[in-house]
């Protein structure tokens, strides 16, 4: 499915616009060495990757503490922390449990000036270690119903809490399975840049029969 022109980095300044500059000329130059990006969407690195995760600071553009799960190339995570940077508030974590990916994640930080910590570990493991975060993010990671279970030790601590996730064309039947272990409230916001796929705000999350006897 071909990305759309979304325009969604217009609404960032040219400083960030350059840093985003940045950190698509460094995923370019890993890509050589490390598989960051699907070798089919490297001509559309900026649509396909960088405009997409855009998408989410357009939509939630306050300041917040952030847990990126699975962060990957960085893709929403850091697109987030740089456009954190030029504010000077919030901060995002970085959850990568791969050593090759996790250091491009860090030099990515320190050429782009990202307001981000990378953690080298197993969600599982790394979450309890981030104290309140507000809101967490991830794309192309897992279903939504494991998704939640990695979520759910911090909405216990955080009933405020946000989640945001990126997901693609079949993400009904994966919303569909969650609701048979969840409750929680949820509104689709629709890609601007992928036809079909949807950014999916998730509030109020409790697992069915929790506290039952």
Known sequence: MKPQNSGDSRFVSRETRDRLKTYESLVRKW????????????DELWSRHIEDSLQLFALTPEPKVWADLGSGAGFPGLVTAICLAEAGEGWVHLIESNNKKAAFLRTAITETGARASVHPARIEAAIPTIDQPQAISARALSSLDELLAFVE??????????????????YRDEVAIARGNWQFDLVEH????????????????????????
């Open 190 to 213: 629709p890609s601007r840049v992928l036809d079909g796929s949807v950014i999916l705000q998730v509030r109020q999350l409790e697992k069915i029969g929790a506290g039952k006897s």
């Open 31 to 42: 890509q050589k060495s490390i598989n960051l990006v699907a070798p089919s969407t490297l």
């Open 153 to 170: 030790p911090v909405a216990k601590r955080n009933p405020t809490l946000e989640c945001w996730f990126h997901k693609g064309f079949g």
